[in-house]
C-alpha cells in the first residue's frame, strides 16, 4: 500500500516510524516532513492545504491512501474533495473535523448526545455585553476559549474578573486571535487533573487506545506560558481499568454513536481531553487525530500494524485488526529551542547520539541539510523511553536528552514526577 503522510511534527515521525514496519507498506512519502521522517520514507515538499496539489501527487505516485497528521487538512475538508475522486482518506469529514474546528460546535454535540463536560455559554459581536454580563454570574478562574483553531493558543483562564471581561472584548471586538475568536466559548472551570485519551473508529465499530498526560508550560513545576507539549507520560497512572471503562461508556461511545445518529459516522483518530474530576471524566475538548507529544510516548507501547490500522479507518474492517498494548510506561522528554515559545533562531547543528534498546527519538523541529541535521522549528525533538518503572523511563529519557547537542537547548526535567505519587493509586 502506498501512503501519504501529511505533517512535518513529531507525532508525523512517530507515524512514519510506525508504517515504516509493516511489511504491507509499499512506498511512503511525507509531506513536508522533517529529518527524522526521512529515515522512514521520502519527504516531498507538498503543501498539505493546497489540495489540487495533493490530488495531483496522488495520482501520479499511485496513493492509496491519505493520512493527515494534524488537523488543519481536517478541518478543511481534504476527506470530503479527495473522496469525489475517489482516493481514501485515514480521517473524519469535514462535518466530523467540526468537533475541533469549532468549540462552540463541540459544545453543543455534547450536550445534544449526553457527553459529560462544563457547563457553557457562546457569545460573539452581537451579544458581547451579555458575555461580560455572564461572567458576573460565574465563579472564578474565568475559562475564555476561541471558538476555532488558534494553534493551541485560543485558551486564555483568569481569576480576576475584571481582566475576564477585558479578554472577552479584546478576543471578539479586537480579534485578538483573527477569525478564530469571532465566537468565544465561556465555560465553568472543571477542577481536577487533566489526561488524553484515544480512542479510533472505522465509522462503525470503535477501539480504545490508550491514555497519556502532556505537559503544556515551558517552566518546571507547570510554570511560564504554554507550549504546543514539553513531555509527556503513557499509561497514567489513576487510568486504570475502572477509570477508562467510565471513558468508553460515557464519552467514547456516546461521542461515535452521536456522530452516526447525525449522518457522519466518524472515522479516523479521536483525542478526547479529559479531567479526572474526582475519579469522574468530564471532556475539556476533543482532537480528530492524535495528540502531540502524546503520540510520541503512546505510538512505542502500541502494538499493531499501522498499515491496517489506517487502511481500517479509510475502508473499514477495524475489528480484524489485532492491537495490543505493552504495559510498561513511557516517558516523553521535548527539546525545545532557546526563546520558545516565544521568538526563536533556526538553523543549529546538531547531535544526535545512537538510540538505546529501550529509548526512540521522534523529530519535529529539524531539516536535514547537506552538512547534517538542523534545528527548524520551536519544539526540536522528542525523546521518548520505555520502563516497568516511571521514575527510570523519565530518567533514561533525560540521560539521552544530556546526551543530545545543539546551542540553545532547553528541556523539562520533571515530567511525570507528579505522578508519581499517584503511580500506585486506584480511583
Given at each position: ?234 499509561p497514567v497512572p489513576f487510568a486504570n481499568e475502572a477509570f477508562m471503562q467510565k471513558v468508553a461508556e460515557r ?132 525523546i521518548t523511553s520505555l520502563s516497568q518503572d516511571m521514575a527510570l523511563a523519565a530518567e533514561i529519557s533525560l ?29
Amino acid at each position: 500500500m502506498n501512503i501519504l503522510l501529511l505533517g512535518s511534527g513529531g507525532r508525523e515521525h512517530a507515524f512514519a516510524w510506525k508504517l515504516s514496519q509493516c511489511a504491507n507498506l509499499g512506498n511512503l512519502y511525507i509531506a513536508p516532513g522533517n529529518a527524522g521522517t526521512a529515515q522512514c520514507g521520502e519527504n516531498v515538499d507538498l503543501n498539505p492545504l493546497d489540495f489540487d496539489a495533493v490530488l495531483a501527487f496522488c495520482q501520479e505516485k499511485k496513493i492509496d491512501l491519505i493520512l493527515p497528521g494534524n488537523e488543519d487538512p481536517l478541518v478543511a475538508g481534504i476527506v470530503d474533495y479527495m473522496q469525489v475522486h475517489g482516493i481514501a482518506v485515514a480521517g473524519p469529514d469535514q462535518y466530523a473535523a467540526t468537533l475541533e474546528g469549532s468549540k462552540d460546535f463541540a459544545k453543543a454535540f455534547m450536550m445534544r448526545h449526553g457527553v459529560p463536560t462544563a457547563a457553557y455559554r457562546s457569545f460573539n459581536a452581537d451579544n458581547l455585553h451579555e458575555g461580560k454580563t455572564f461572567l458576573t454570574t460565574m465563579a472564578p478562574p474565568y475559562v475564555l476559549k476561541a471558538d476555532g483553531l488558534a494553534a493551541g493558543k485560543g485558551v486564555i483562564i483568569t481569576e480576576d474578573l475584571a481582566e475576564a471581561q477585558a479578554v472577552l472584548d479584546d478576543m471578539i471586538a479586537g480579534a485578538k486571535f483573527g477569525k478564530a475568536s469571532s465566537t468565544v466559548v465561556i465555560e465553568e472551570f472543571l477542577h481536577g487533573i487533566e489526561i488524553s485519551c484515544f480512542a479510533v473508529s472505522d465509522g462503525q465499530t470503535w477501539r480504545m487506545l490508550g491514555s497519556a498526560k502532556d505537559y503544556k508550560r515551558i517552566g518546571e513545576g507547570d510554570t511560564g506560558p504554554n507550549t504546543g507539549g514539553m513531555g509527556a507520560i503513557s499509561p497514567v497512572p489513576f487510568a486504570n481499568e475502572a477509570f477508562m471503562q467510565k471513558v468508553a461508556e460515557r464519552i467514547a461511545g456516546p461521542s461515535f454513536e452521536g456522530m452516526k445518529k447525525e449522518g457522519h459516522p466518524f472515522k479516523g483518530f479521536l483525542f478526547m481531553g479529559l479531567m479526572n474530576c474526582g475519579g469522574e471524566p468530564k471532556v475539556i475538548e476533543y482532537n480528530v487525530r492524535m495528540g502531540d507529544p502524546e503520540t510520541e510516548a503512546l505510538f512505542p507501547r502500541l502494538r499493531v500494524n499501522m498499515v491496517d490500522l489506517v487502511n481500517a479507518i479509510a475502508n473499514g474492517g477495524l475489528e480484524s485488526v489485532v492491537m495490543d498494548m505493552d504495559p510498561r510506561t513511557a516517558a516523553t522528554v521535548f527539546l525545545v529551542s532557546a526563546g520558545y515559545p516565544g521568538d526563536i533562531e533556526k538553523g543549529k547543528p546538531m547531535l544526535i547520539p545512537e538510540a538505546g534498546a529501550q529509548t526512540h527519538f521522534f523529530h519535529a523541529g529539524t531539516k536535514l541539510t547537506a552538512e547534517g541535521v538542523v534545528t527548524n522549528g520551536g519544539r526540536v525533538l522528542a525523546i521518548t523511553s520505555l520502563s516497568q518503572d516511571m521514575a527510570l523511563a523519565a530518567e533514561i529519557s533525560l540521560h539521552a536528552a544530556e546526551e543530545v547537542k545543539y546551542e540553545g537547548k532547553n528541556y523539562r526535567r520533571d515530567i511525570g514526577k507528579d505522578l508519581l505519587k499517584l503511580q500506585h493509586e486506584s480511583i
